[in-house]
């Protein structure tokens, strides 16, 4: 932050608030949408991934709600993770759960104790680029890629830099991986979650990139 620049800093009740009622909407992706990287990505699994990217009209402040992440993320695992509820107020943000929504994934039978327990780990930009890359390499249950490693970074990189454009150090990223949030999933344990929350602090939008593989 330069010299001189404001920052209002919010307490966690208020984000929390702040976010489950923020003007949120869809923006359709379509150039993530039709990306080699996706289209692989979509190929190895036995679900399509979630690829949602919300934008707001008071991206000023939700820039500052996304300064304020770092004050709210805790000591979890030995990782810095950040504070669930902060996932939960906007995966149940009322403009992005109009009834039947894209989100609906997941909103739809989550067992909010297990929630609970989940990980949010914060992550760099290059380790998104990584763990990209090892979605590909490793596949799904069913189908593996047949793209050479070095083509399989090159998707990751292009899928990437597409969301980042020149915004990359002002991206706050935070990934987990589990079983599955739903209570059919997650109480059987047949499904693996991934995913990955995405915030631009300079457009004042997130992205989320999410996938359910089950057997």
């Given amino acids: 932050m330069s010299m001189g620049e404001e920052f209002k800093q919010f307490t966690f009740t208020e984000v929390v608030s702040i976010l489950n009622n923020f003007e949120f909407k869809y923006e359709w992706a379509t150039e993530q949408h039709n990306s080699p990287f996706f289209k692989e990505y979509s190929n190895l699994y ?117 969301i980042f454009k020149e915004n990359i150090k002002n991206f706050k990223i935070y990934y987990t991986f589990d079983e599955g949030w739903s209570d059919y999933f997650g109480k059987m344990g047949m499904g693996l979650d991934v995913t990955f929350f995405l915030f631009d602090g300079t457009l004042g939008e997130f992205w989320i990139l999410s996938k359910t593989d089950y057997d």
Avoid: M
Wanted: proline letters at 4%.
């Fill in 46 to 162: 036995n679900t399509d991934p979630i690829l949602l990217r919300c934008t707001c009209k008071d991206s000023k402040l939700f820039s500052e709600i996304i300064k304020s992440l770092d004050f709210f993320e805790q000591e979890k695992h030995g990782y810095r993770c950040l504070e669930n509820d902060v996932i939960k107020s906007l995966i149940t943000n009322l403009y992005l759960n109009p009834g039947p929504s894209p989100i609906a994934e997941f909103t739809d039978g989550v067992d909010w104790e297990r929630f609970k327990s989940l990980s949010f780990e914060k992550i760099s930009p290059t380790s998104f680029v990584v763990k990209l890359q090892e979605l590909i390499q490793v596949g799904g249950l069913f189908e593996k890629s047949k793209q050479s490693s070095d083509q399989i970074k090159n998707l990751a990189l292009d899928f990437s830099n597409s």
